[in-house]
């Protein structure tokens, strides 16, 4: 499994994986279906082809499959059909409809879900979803340079970053698969680095106007401050998810202070840490 993938679409994967029995207790239950039923269920050559699809596509969202995504639908939509023919020829429930419907919007929530793991916003089409990194929200100016008959630089603002790529708030006119070289300041350490564009967008209600950059390799010291930065923005993000509201606003303020003045630890070589 990827590392950073959440922990529900590491459930949700498990759980399609393991397809056979969990569907048949979810419809049991939810229809009342008796037993007799259920074992003509399980003896019903559908109903074992619909669970090969369910477990394949539980098994690509484990691995992280592009494939997955689509078999996923599929598979749901003959959910859908097979609860509809379940309900109206073996359900002894008193609220059949209720009891399909409650199945129906149980699905379309886990699509819904899914759907707001796999995609990538800033990157589509070029940085596949199984392959990007964790995104951290952040404002920063940026330096961009463009390279040409002559050098043209230009100055933006990082809206948020991770260790693959960043979307910049751009006024300039840069070019899809244009490269160029990046430089930012965070937390008083300048990282300098090469990407290329792969995304524009101009300004709407979702995005303001701007491009997706992708990194195109650090080097090595480089590298190493970005991880460092990284991990710094990780650690305000988890902050603000988990206490924001739990705690004053004067001592967030404060927990936020501190967090963003402590010394950045960064990586020296393979093994170790040092103070920066």
Same mark, same amino acid.
């Given at each position: 499994?990827?590392?950073?993938?959440?922990?529900?679409?590491?459930?949700?994967?498990?759980?399609?994986?393991?397809?056979?029995?969990?569907?048949?207790?979810?419809?049991?239950?939810?229809?009342?279906?008796?037993?007799?039923?259920?074992?003509?269920?399980?003896?019903?050559?559908?109903?074992?082809?619909?669970?090969?699809?369910?477990?394949?596509?539980?098994?690509?969202?484990?691995?992280?499959?592009?494939?997955?995504?689509?078999?996923?639908?599929?598979?749901?939509?003959?959910?859908?059909?097979?609860?509809?023919?379940?309900?109206?020829?073996?359900?002894?429930?008193?609220?059949?409809?209720?009891?399909?419907?409650?199945?129906?919007?149980?699905?379309?929530?886990?699509?819904?879900?899914?759907?707001?793991?796999?995609?990538?916003?800033?990157?589509?089409?070029?940085?596949?979803?199984?392959?990007?990194?964790?995104?951290?929200?952040?404002?920063?100016?940026?330096?961009? &340079?463009?390279?040409?008959?002559?050098?043209?630089?230009?100055?933006?603002?990082?809206?948020?970053?991770?260790?693959?790529?960043?979307?910049?708030?751009?006024?300039?006119?840069?070019?899809?698969?244009?490269?160029?070289?990046?430089?930012?300041?965070?937390?008083?350490?300048?990282?300098?680095?090469?990407?290329?564009?792969?995304?524009?967008?101009?300004?709407?209600?979702?995005?303001?106007?701007?491009?997706?950059?992708?990194?195109?390799?650090?080097?090595?010291?480089?590298?190493?401050?970005?991880?460092?930065?990284?991990?710094?923005?990780? &650690?305000?993000?988890?902050?603000?998810?988990?206490?924001?509201?739990?705690?004053?606003?004067?001592?967030?303020?404060?927990?936020?202070?501190?967090?963003?003045?402590?010394?950045?630890?960064?990586?020296?070589?393979?093994?170790?840490?040092?103070?920066?």
């Amino acid at each position: 499994m990827k590392r950073y993938t959440s922990r529900f679409l590491k459930t949700l994967a498990a759980s399609y994986m393991a397809f056979p029995a969990i569907y048949l207790i979810f419809v049991a239950l939810l229809f009342d279906i008796p037993l007799k039923a259920c074992v003509g269920l399980l003896l019903s050559p559908s109903y074992w082809l619909l669970s090969l699809m369910a477990i394949a596509s539980g098994w690509g969202l484990w691995e992280m499959k592009r494939w997955s995504w689509y078999v996923f639908l599929v598979a749901n939509a003959f959910v859908i059909y097979g609860n509809a023919y379940l309900v109206s020829s073996a359900g002894e429930t008193n609220h059949k409809v209720l009891a399909f419907l409650l199945s129906v919007a149980c699905i379309l929530g886990l699509i819904y879900r899914v759907a707001r793991e796999v995609r990538v916003p800033y990157f589509l089409p070029k940085i596949r979803w199984w392959e990007s990194n964790p995104r951290y929200k952040t404002v920063a100016p940026v330096r961009l &340079k463009r390279t040409g008959n002559a050098v043209q630089e230009c100055e933006g603002e990082i809206l948020d970053i991770s260790m693959g790529g960043c979307f910049v708030k751009l006024r300039s006119e840069l070019h899809m698969d244009e490269p160029v070289s990046v430089t930012f300041d965070l937390f008083g350490l300048t990282i300098e680095t090469l990407g290329i564009v792969v995304w524009r967008t101009q300004s709407t209600v979702t995005h303001p106007k701007g491009i997706g950059i992708k990194f195109s390799g650090f080097p090595r010291n480089q590298k190493r401050l970005m991880r460092a930065v990284c991990g710094r923005l990780r &650690k305000i993000a988890i902050l603000y998810r988990t206490s924001r509201y739990l705690m004053s606003p004067d001592e967030f303020n404060r927990r936020l202070t501190e967090l963003q003045r402590e010394p950045l630890r960064i990586r020296r070589g393979e093994e170790g840490e040092r103070t920066a």
